[in-house]
């Protein structure tokens, strides 16, 4: 327990100030860099809030971890009889 709590808060020491940014915008960053004139192909047609899309994420995470979860419950289960 107290390795994670190190590990959760290291970065925050090193870097204070520090943007933990996604993986979406750094990629779009060098993208730009790499070709300032880009002309993406595809543009989404619907451009949820940034509350909404964090909620998505979120609920994503959930149901991928709930899945997990069943899984390996149910193996564990089956193993044990």
Same mark, same amino acid.
């Given at each position: 327990?107290? *390795?994670?709590?190190?590990?959760?808060? !290291?970065?925050?020491?090193? $870097? #204070? %100030?520090? &943007?933990?940014?996604? *993986?979406?915008?750094?990629?779009?960053? !060098?993208?730009?860099?790499? $070709? #300032? %004139?880009? &002309?993406?192909?595809?543009?989404?047609?619907?451009?949820?809030?940034?509350?909404?899309?964090?909620?998505?994420?979120?609920?994503?995470?959930?149901?991928?971890?709930?899945?997990?979860?069943?899984?390996?419950?149910?193996?564990?289960?089956?193993?044990?009889?």
């Amino acid at each position: 327990m107290i *390795a994670l709590i190190i590990l959760f808060t !290291v970065p925050f020491i090193i $870097s #204070p %100030g520090a &943007e933990f940014g996604g *993986a979406d915008d750094g990629a779009g960053e !060098v993208i730009v860099e790499m $070709s #300032p %004139g880009y &002309e993406p192909w595809f543009n989404s047609f619907w451009e949820p809030p940034g509350e909404t899309e964090s909620m998505l994420f979120a609920l994503q995470a959930a149901i991928g971890a709930i899945i997990i979860g069943y899984v390996i419950g149910y193996l564990r289960g089956s193993s044990a009889q």
